[in-house]
T-cell receptor, first 116, second 115 residues
Framework: AQKITQTQPGMFVQEKEAVTLDCTYD???????LFWYKQPSSGEMIFLIY??????QNATEGRYSLNFQKARKSANLVISASQLGDSAMYFC?????????????FGTGTQLKVEL | DTGVSQDPRHKITKRGQNVTFRCDPI?????LYWYRQTLGQGPEFLTY????????KSRLLSDRFSAERPKGSFSTLEIQRTEQGDSAMYLC?????????????FGPGTRLTVT
């Protein structure tokens, strides 16, 4: 069974600083995908970034980058130049392709608070 | 097309009543997923459809839950004889078929409160 672990229930960062949100995973599948989603207080899950298990380079999307360390089974999200609007819940997720459905297994999330 | 929509956004019901939620996916997406999210937790997978076929159901989906996707477009999730433990956010997501990223696009969710 796949498992995602996020050990930081809450994080604080000052505006314009960088912050790293931790994510470790466990799977026996050699091919997998890792996602990060942002969930503001409004409730909608917003896709941020994706990393495939065979990707040679770490994924980047604007201010978001993924620090992928395959041997350590970690996929940490780095947000650079934090903004007040980044305050939200952040979830790491893994795609489970068994059965062909690509369903997602989520971690418990990290609540990020950006301060002035 | 503006994304995945869900209706209603909030539902309060009394224990024992039946409720039905609707999800309209992004029009060109043939995969549709339902998740449930309780307070302080990440979303948990309930079921998914490819077109009109329901191809996988989680063990979380008890006999009181049923989902349909007639004609492969919108989907409904019905909960019969609601219990207080059913109180949660019900999220719908859609994605295209195929390899690659195929990220799931989520709707705003339906928040269910069972009193």
């Amino acid at each position: 069974a796949q498992k995602i672990t996020q050990t930081q229930p809450g994080m604080f960062v000052q505006e314009k600083e960088a912050v790293t949100l931790d994510c470790t995973y466990d799977t026996s599948d050699p091919s997998y995908g890792l996602f990060w989603y942002k969930q503001p207080s409004s409730g909608e899950m917003i896709f941020l970034i994706y990393q495939g298990s065979y990707d040679q380079q770490n994924a980047t999307e604007g201010r978001y980058s993924l620090n992928f360390q395959k041997a350590r089974k970690s996929a940490n999200l780095v947000i650079s130049a934090s903004q007040l609007g980044d305050s939200a819940m952040y979830f790491c997720a893994m795609r489970d392709s068994t059965g062909g459905g690509n369903k997602l297994t989520f971690g418990t999330g990290t609540q990020l608070k950006v301060e002035l | 097309d503006t994304g995945v929509s869900q209706d209603p956004r909030h539902k309060i019901t009394k224990r024992g009543q039946n409720v039905t939620f609707r999800c309209d996916p992004i029009s060109e997406h043939n995969r549709l997923y339902w998740y449930r999210q309780t307070l302080g937790q990440g979303p948990e997978f309930l079921t998914y459809f490819q077109n009109e076929a329901q191809l996988e159901k989680s063990r979380l989906l008890s006999d009181r839950f049923s989902a349909e996707r007639p004609k492969g477009s919108f989907s409904t999730l019905e909960i019969q004889r609601t219990e207080q433990g059913d109180s949660a956010m019900y999220l719908c997501a859609s994605s295209p078929t195929g390899t690659g990223v195929a990220e799931q696009y989520f709707g705003p969710g339906t928040r269910l409160t069972v009193t």
